[in-house]
């Protein structure tokens, strides 16, 4: 069976800090004071018909595209969630036939989806949100396309459309197509990797220590990341994310993939709170738990502002956290009660 989405690995481990190596933490500072010409923005659970709305991109932080069933439930359509309240429907599938979009990218004014049928291999579809047209297939030869809840799962650039695959004999394989469809073009990987910011591949999206890799598929250069012993590193082709766990809780750090520049982020009762690393190369989203959490599933959502290395709190109390393209949202309520909140990164 071919598998659409496929879970970041994540490992607990054990790491003794030296006292030496603790920091003073400075206290978190609210995202309205620290930034208050940041574009910020809301969105409903439910769409006007009643329906749950479900954000998967934000093209700014009041608009957004996403998915919602049809009020009988026959169809799962996706749609432009406009600023002003209204709505754009760019597909409507039967739901007999296990539809999903498994993932979303944005590149100018073209918007391109994984969509799903079940248990078959994801077609790329896409449409250009200014010029009217209808949208289009690109292309039905995915491969066993592997998508792993990151920004990355499908990358726009020159021109082409490209994602990852899995082949056998623990192979990646990298392909693309024309954004106005062809024939697919496949080169062939040794390893386990996934796509970041275009050219580079990261390894490790399996492995219980994480990335150890980078290379970049157009120059055929390899970045070897700094080591990090009993501890689970990520890596952008900029930061690198290390989480380990010390005597107070878990720590996390952040430092260039050579290992240099390294600086704690948080430590205690903290978390990640999203797969990619070093949003925009200037921040790193992150959660603190509070004696409820488990309870609630709610956490004080923070963002590590890397250049000025202080945190800032952008929720008290924030659920469902998801980063795409620089847009930052959350939940805040409860499970029957919610409002999302957004913010736009790339204002700030």
Do not use: K
Request: proline share 5%.
């Amino acid at each position: 069976m071919l598998s659409l989405t496929v879970a970041v690995a994540a490992s607990c481990v054990l790491l003794l800090v030296p006292p030496s190596d603790r920091q003073s933490a400075l206290a978190p500072v609210s995202a309205v004071l620290a930034w208050p010409g940041a574009q910020r923005g809301s969105v409903p659970a439910d769409l006007p018909d009643g329906t749950a709305y479900t954000p998967a991109w934000f093209l700014d932080a009041r608009t957004s595209i996403g998915t919602a069933r049809s009020r009988d439930g026959a169809f799962l359509r996706l749609v432009v969630h406009q600023a002003d309240g209204s709505l754009r429907q760019l597909r409507r599938l039967p739901t007999g036939d296990a539809p999903s979009i498994a993932a979303v990218t944005v590149s100018g004014e073209v918007v391109v989806w994984a969509e799903g049928h079940g248990n078959r291999s994801p077609q790329l579809w896409a449409v250009n949100l200014r010029d009217g047209r209808p949208p289009w297939l690109v292309t039905v030869d995915t491969g066993e396309a592997r998508f792993y809840q990151s920004e990355y799962d499908l990358v726009i650039a020159d021109g082409r459309v490209r994602w990852v695959a899995t082949a056998d004999n623990d192979v990646t394989e990298v392909r693309s197509v024309a954004l106005t469809g062809g024939r697919v073009q496949i080169t062939v990987e040794t390893g386990t990797w996934q796509l970041s910011a275009w050219p580079w591949l990261v390894d490790g999206a399996t492995s219980v220590s994480g990335s150890t890799r980078l290379r970049n598929v157009v120059t055929r250069r390899d970045v070897a990341v700094s080591p990090s012993r009993r501890a689970v590193t990520n890596c952008s082709p900029r930061w690198c994310r290390v989480v380990s766990l010390t005597g107070d809780g878990y720590r996390i750090d952040l430092m260039n993939p050579d290992g240099t520049d390294r600086r704690r982020v948080a430590e205690g009762s903290v978390e990640t709170a999203v797969t990619d690393v070093g949003a925009l190369d200037r921040f790193d989203v992150y959660a603190e738990l509070g004696g409820n959490a488990d309870l609630t599933g709610s956490v004080r959502l923070l963002v590590y502002d890397i250049a000025r290395r202080r945190p800032v709190e952008v929720s008290p109390a924030a659920a469902d956290v998801v980063y795409r393209g620089g847009v930052l949202w959350w939940s805040t309520g409860n499970q029957e009660l919610f409002l999302r909140h957004s913010l736009d990164l790339r204002t700030v």
